[in-house]
């Protein structure tokens, strides 16, 4: 019965969500055009009450709060609801601009009971899609990009009433199998799958499930969330499925051969399946890939405004503050006996902005003998330069030295050039080579940083002879192993960095290192200062 | 809304279901934190926690779960003495929630309708010696954060604001649980949290046909399901409740306590939080299983969701915390 057509396939998602709202709902992947409005038209099929959200909804949009003009109007307190009360069908239009915090939001309304969600995702990139926390609590998602013109008829026919279908032990294990072979963690997923063949049974008046609705309900509800491309055997040996009493045979036989199963899955999985793994494995690595958020007060996105003193430097927010005075005016008239505004310090709104972060580079100098005989000074200067160039893009700079048997934080970030280049100019040579200790100092403060919302860069100079392991032993193998190791957890950790070769000759271990790092590599033998800040400058893509 | 799906019908995730027992057993531990994958039922088995704990008695009408009458505050205008019993709180605390819906803040309808001040209570108060649970703890803005701390260290809500001032009881057992995916949790606030667990998915074909069994049976037969486990329930409550009562019976013999502090020392974790916590999750796990002493068994077992959160992170170490955990309790215990 599964048709094969994205948009056969979309109509009969809406259809099984219409009979079972418990099934959290539908992301639909498609540009705004004649294709998505017939699919829209067709969401007359759950009840008609549609609510429609944007991400930038605010709080007390979404779960109601004082309306004030009312309350003034009215002199008692009227309250607003939230667009977010009991099982509504919800819109959420530009999903793919959720931020983790509005799909919490959401998920806990699912969580609850409501919905079912209704996501319009416009995401053009594989990694440009809804935030994972709620595309997991949305059974369907149908892609209709592809799609020129849809036979964009409404769903027919009334949704008929949900009741109670029945499953076989061996049905329910074919499910779990099936999710498990396409590489899906979730236990959502099987239940989900479970919940759909139920109401696509109701949806064609069987009381059992049948092998057409497994089929047509694992299409719909594993293949988009697979993670690699199913096989035959099961991981595990065939499950042994508890007899139920008055389960007549302990059937350790599928009702469908599972192959056929697995075809049809396979059949659903999207192209850029591949991709879509990869940007999610990147994404782990990288947080949440929007870059880091971080709220001041001067400039960028405008946030809710929060309540501060008159004193602060922040902008006031009108509109707030006075929001905030008007339930007082009552009060305030009565204690003065004085007619007209009152408005008290403690109405004071602030405005928030939030903007891109900024960007912190982490100098890593090797400070070595070797690295002092050949060329520190330069190094120096062309940091030097560095700075110059980060003052002037408000980038925080911080420096790390390495020599001996350690690395030292001669400056944790900070804005301050002339701090900076003191504490350069002061910075002694010598010693053995620690690469491995000032990288993962490096990668400290860059995952500090991190968490403080700045993206950091880690800028490595060194000559690459790294000879102290990270127990401060004096042994090459170990201390390359290590520093080799250290670049790996900083690649893990998604942090940029930046290799710059300051020995006479280029050396192959730093080549290797950067390469581990997936960063570019400089060989700068002979250059000057400034040779090597344009260097750093191309390379950072300025 | 139906009831939440029982705590015992949850299959597996045997780590997560001790350390919230243990906290129901001892809320001085400070609470539960709860890491892990998205469909793993953290939340359905923070949900389910609130069925475990035993009643509290408490003045009738109190704001804040007053115990006795004198302790009412001034406030909240309170005419009746009377105690009686009623569940203990467990208080949602959603990312949206505003400063003011957190502290209390002044009654707009009593300011409006009637031009007079009072104070309206807020979620800490609802709290008070009880629970509260915050969903995807990751998420929650900074100031809510700061000011979660705050109260969460001295027990006390003070409100200072138009001419307000009030201050009331706020002790509460944190619960929180989130994917470490979407964000890092501040490490002020991870060592507010008394126990950490990581949850995964299970691995085995018979877990998960097991876990999607009950869940549907949960949803399509719920009376017949709820009358099976509220028993089960309500057996693992008695034992909590018997539990309590051994924890003033049970001895602490010297060698425990010098075991618990090599292990913390070894780990060097911060702080000596970590101990406190160690010990008291020792005893409360003793006490759960009956045994009339404590021993390095107890403190093995629960050492990793005692200290896991609390090591400095370092970055050369794929493996986790809870594995270096481990590995340092084999060393120090043998």
């Known amino acids: 019965m599964s048709s094969d057509s994205p948009w056969d396939q979309a109509i009969l998602a809406l259809r099984l969500l219409a009979i079972d709202p418990a ?27 549609l609510v429609k959200l944007h991400p930038a909804m605010t709080d007390d949009v979404l779960h109601g709060g004082l309306d004030l003009s009312a309350t003034l109007a009215a002199g008692r307190v009227v309250q607003k609801q939230g667009l977010l009360q009991g099982p509504r069908p919800i819109l959420l239009t530009m999903a793919e601009r959720t931020p983790p915090g509005f799909a919490a939001r959401l998920a806990a309304h699912l969580d609850a009971g ?69 590489g899906i963690d979730s236990l959502r997923a099987p239940a989900f799958a479970l919940a759909a063949a139920k109401a696509h049974a109701v949806l064609h008046g069987r009381t059992a499930l049948s092998d057409a609705d497994i089929t047509a ?18 991981p595990a040996p065939v499950p042994e499925t508890e007899p139920d009493a008055g389960e007549k045979t302990q059937n350790t036989d599928f009702d469908i051969p599972n192959e056929i199963l697995l075809d049809a899955i396979r059949a659903m999985l999207p192209d850029d399946l591949l991709d879509r793994v990869a940007a999610l494995r990147a994404r782990t690595g990288k947080g949440n890939g929007t870059g880091a958020a971080r709220k001041g007060n001067r400039r960028g996105r405008p946030l809710p405004s929060r309540a501060g003193r008159k004193g602060d430097d922040a902008r006031i927010d009108l509109v707030a503050t006075l929001r905030a005075a008007a339930p007082w005016q009552t009060i305030r008239r009565h204690d003065t006996g004085r007619e007209g505004l009152h408005i008290r310090a403690s109405d004071i709104r602030a405005k928030r902005f939030e903007e891109r972060s900024d960007r912190l580079l982490i100098f890593a100098v090797d400070a070595s003998g070797s690295a002092a005989l050949a060329r520190l000074a330069e190094a120096k200067g062309a940091v030097e330069l560095l700075l110059a160039q980060a003052y002037a893009r408000r980038d925080h700079v911080a420096l790390i030295s390495f020599r001996g048997t350690e690395a030292e934080v001669l400056l944790p970030p900070t804005r301050s050039l002339v ?20 990288l993962q100092s490096a990668l400290e403060q860059a995952l500090q940083a991190q968490r403080r919302g700045l993206t950091p860069t880690i800028c490595i100079l060194t000559d690459g002879r790294a000879n102290i392991a990270r127990d401060g032993s004096a042994n090459r193998v170990l201390a390359a192993d290590d520093a080799q190791h250290m670049a790996r957890t900083i690649r893990a950790n998604g942090v940029d960095a930046l290799v710059i070769d300051t020995g006479n000759r280029p050396a192959e271990a730093l080549k290797s290192l950067s390469q581990t790092l997936k960063a570019p590599y400089l060989p700068l033998p002979r250059a000057d200062a400034n040779r090597l800040s344009a260097a750093v400058s191309d390379a950072l893509g300025d | 809304m139906t009831q939440p799906f029982p705590f015992s019908a949850i299959v597996g995730q045997e780590e997560m279901k001790q350390a919230m027992i243990l906290t129901a057993i001892d809320p001085s531990i400070g609470g539960v934190l709860v890491f892990g994958d998205r469909g793993t039922g953290k939340s359905t088995a923070v949900r389910a926690l609130a069925a475990l704990l035993p009643p509290i008695r408490a003045v009738k009408g109190c704001p804040v779960n007053s115990e006795k009458p004198g302790l009412v505050p001034e406030w909240a205008g309170l005419g009746s003495k009377r105690t009686a019993e009623k569940p203990t709180p467990v208080v949602d605390l959603p990312l949206g929630a505003t400063e003011d819906r957190v502290t209390g803040a ?33 998420l929650l803005e900074d100031h809510i954060v700061d000011l979660l701390l705050d109260v969460a260290q001295s027990g006390e809500n003070v409100v200072e604001r138009e001419g307000l001032s009030i201050r009331h009881p706020a002790r509460f057992v944190l619960v929180g649980s989130g994917n470490p995916e979407e ?18 998915s299970p691995k085995d074909i018979d877990t998960r046909i097991e876990v999607i069994k009950r869940r549907d049976a949960y949803e399509n037969d719920n009376a017949a399901f709820m009358l099976r486990w509220q028993a089960e329930d309500a057996a693992i409550r008695d034992r909590i409740l018997k539990a309590r009562k051994a924890l003033k019976r049970l001895k602490t013999p010297e060698q425990t306590l010098r075991d618990v502090a090599e292990l913390c020392l070894a780990l060097g974790s911060d702080g000596l939080r970590g101990e406190l916590t160690l010990l008291k999750a020792a005893r409360a796990h003793a006490a759960f299983r009956d045994d009339t002493a404590l021993t390095r068994g107890h403190v093995r077992a629960v050492a990793p969701m005692s200290l896991r959160h609390r090591l400095r992170r370092d970055p050369l170490d794929e493996a986790g915390s809870g594995t270096r955990v481990t590995r340092v309790v084999e060393d120090v215990l043998g």
Do not use: M, W
């Open chain 1, 114 to 182: 409501g919905g079912p969600l209704i996501a319009l995702d416009e995401g053009a990139a594989p990694d440009e899609t809804l935030p994972p926390a709620l595309q997991e609590r949305l059974a369907f998602e149908v892609d209709l990009t592809g799609i020129s013109r849809a036979s964009a008829i409404a769903p027919k026919g009334k949704t008929p009433r949900p009741y109670p279908v029945l499953h076989t032990p061996a049905q329910l294990a074919q499910i779990v199998t099936t999710a498990a072979q396409c």
């Open chain 1, 23 to 49: 099934l959290g709902g539908i992301t639909l992947r498609a540009r705004a055009g004649p294709v998505r409005d017939g699919f829209l038209g067709s969401l007359a099929v759950l009840d008609c009450n």
């Open chain 2, 106 to 138: 002044l009654d707009i309808e009593k300011a409006l309708a009637h031009g007079e001040k009072a104070f309206e209570p807020g979620l800490l108060a609802r709290a008070n010696r009880g629970y509260l649970y915050i969903d995807e703890v990751n």
């Open chain 1, 419 to 438: 701090q900076t280049k003191r504490r350069l100019a002061s910075l002694p040579g010598g010693g053995g080579t620690p690469l491995a200790a000032g």
């Open chain 2, 183 to 200: 964000g890092e949790l501040r490490p002020q606030l991870l060592d507010r949290f008394g126990l950490s667990v990581e949850v995964a």
């Open chain 1, 217 to 234: 309900a694992c299409t719909l509800t594993l293949a988009h969330r697979a993670t690699q491309i199913p096989e035959a055997e099961p």
